[in-house]
């Protein structure tokens, strides 16, 4: 069943994170504490009374747009190209927004989100992201454009998970699309595998309706998956940190111990491994889990992101705190963007029904009037 509330806290749940550890993304932990306190960073530092949120919900949001770009155009002219196609124009059309590419006037740009002004704020773009799409040098699995295994290619994949019902498309086909994505700039088998493992976690949790007490079957269905479906590659290295990370939540380390031994973050694997402990050890407690997966020497804002994904779909919307979501930065934009995931595309070819303000969106790539 696509269940709108948990849709919906996927998207808002990864950008309270985000805008939890942007302030912090390139400190270490004595140096937050320095600033912050011994305990750390306990909240938002808010920037002129907003919750500033960073690349990775800007990416998040433009693979939500780049899904409903082709769906509509799926819909509406009965044939449409692959998924990661979409996907790659949403990509370039945000590498626009960075002002990084020298742009034509008259160059049409697809994803309505360009219009949204906030979206055009630099908020320190992933290098490896920055480079491919700048030069349009973009990758595949099968060829890869570099050997990068960095953690952009995780971070902006919850919408995939979000989006697809298993009963529609088969989970093989959703996860794999979870790691092209990855590989649009991706290139390492670390670096999109971990793409392909969050896509599985949030469709299982959505759609089968996952609890906290599911965790231990989530992670071997996962990894399960991600053996089965990339035989051809190496999965070690995700297998491993998956494990690892559902032992040590489990176990009496505390939190900065146990965050230490899984990484730091700026790698695809460490990230994933990271956010799933904080996620596993805080149970239905959103805000503490953020707290912890922001509080470490490493990337704050993307392990926070993606914990704020898994704990959004688990929760619901009723799992995260209105104090969290009433400051954050563009909320109405990721809502409205989280509610189309939720709805979907209801319009067909030679069909009577229209919406004319998805068309306006999807088709023409335009937002409010």
Not at 161 to 188: C, K, S, V, W, Y
Request: negative net charge; aromatic residues 8%; charged residues 20%.
């Amino acid at each position: 069943m696509r269940d709108q509330s948990r849709i919906r806290a996927t998207m808002l749940g990864g950008a309270i994170g985000d805008a939890f550890g942007y302030p912090v993304e390139f400190l270490t932990f004595e140096q937050i504490q320095k600033k912050y306190g011994k305990d750390g960073i306990l909240g938002y530092d808010l920037t002129n009374g907003y919750a500033e949120i960073s690349d990775d919900t800007q990416l998040s949001l433009y693979t939500a747009n780049g899904l409903l770009l082709g769906k509509t155009r799926g819909c509406m002219r009965g044939v449409m190209g692959p998924y990661a196609g979409y996907l790659t124009i949403a990509y370039l059309d945000w590498i626009k927004t960075q002002r990084m590419v020298q742009q034509n006037s008259a160059q049409k740009a697809y994803c309505w989100l360009n219009q949204v002004p906030e979206l055009h704020h630099r908020r320190a773009p992933a290098v490896t992201c920055v480079q491919v799409l700048s030069d349009k040098a973009i990758g595949t699995i099968e060829h890869p454009t570099n050997s990068s295994k960095g953690s952009a290619g995780v971070m902006r994949v919850a919408p995939i998970g979000a989006f697809f019902d298993p009963r529609q498309m088969p989970q093989t086909e959703i996860d794999r699309l979870g790691a092209e994505a990855a590989a649009i700039t991706h290139g390492n088998v670390a670096g999109w595998m971990p793409a392909a493992a969050l896509v599985h976690m949030i469709n299982c949790i959505i759609y089968c309706g996952a609890t906290h007490d599911d965790w231990p079957d989530l992670i071997d269905d996962t990894v399960r998956a991600m053996l089965h479906g990339f035989s051809s590659y190496p999965a070690d290295g995700i297998v491993t940190p998956l494990k690892k990370a559902l032992s040590l939540a489990r176990s009496s380390l505390p939190d900065r111990q146990a965050l230490q031994m899984l990484g730091e973050g700026w790698n695809g694997p460490e990230a994933l491994a990271m956010a799933v402990f904080c996620a596993v050890r805080y149970g239905t407690d959103f805000e503490s889990s953020v707290i912890a997966a922001v509080n470490h020497d490493g990337d704050s804002d993307t392990v926070a992101s993606i914990c704020g994904n898994l704990q959004g779909a688990m929760l619901g919307m009723e799992g995260l705190p209105e104090y969290d979501l009433e400051p954050l930065e563009l909320r109405g934009v990721i809502d409205e963007i989280a509610r189309d995931l939720w709805c979907d595309c209801r319009m067909q070819k030679d069909s009577n029904f229209y919406d004319e303000d998805w068309s306006r969106k999807y088709l023409e790539g335009r937002w409010a009037e």
